[in-house]
């Protein structure tokens, strides 16, 4: 297995997302994520996959997205012309608290499951 950079990832970039809920809030706002960003984030061409992260600390829920995209224009096409901006949608100002955040990393290796 190599685990140099290869050429073909070059084109791969990872968005990130992340906020902050009550704890007690969620579950539910979980699956609010499911049922908003990540049905639009399978709906849109040029996603090759997302990953939803949960952490509970004290009092709250950090959520990261971590989505996978081909093209800056592909995320474009989900996030619209700024992609520095968060998606949000109606019910999120319900659970979050404070500002989220997005950043983009250029895919620069992967590696594979074993097999």
């Keep these: 297995m190599s685990l140099a950079p290869d050429a073909s990832l070059t084109a791969m ?5 992340r906020g902050v809920v009550r704890r007690p809030d969620a579950d539910r706002y979980g699956d609010y994520i499911r049922e908003t960003g990540f049905a639009e984030y399978g709906e849109t061409p ?7 992260l949960r952490r ?3 009092d709250t829920t ?3 997205t971590m989505s996978l995209w081909d093209s800056r224009e592909a995320i474009v096409a989900f996030a ?4 520095e ?3 949000l949608y109606p019910e999120d ?3 979050l608290l404070g500002e989220t955040t997005i ?3 250029d895919v620069a290796g992967v590696v594979p499951p074993p097999t």
């Design 46 to 52: 040029g996603n090759l996959g997302a990953w939803l």
């Design 103 to 105: 950043t983009h990393h």
């Design 62 to 64: 950090e959520f990261i």
């Design 56 to 58: 509970d600390e004290g």
């Design 85 to 87: 901006a968060p998606v």
């Design 93 to 95: 100002a319900d659970y």
């Design 80 to 83: 619209g012309e700024d992609i």
């Design 13 to 17: 970039i990872m968005r990130t997302w």
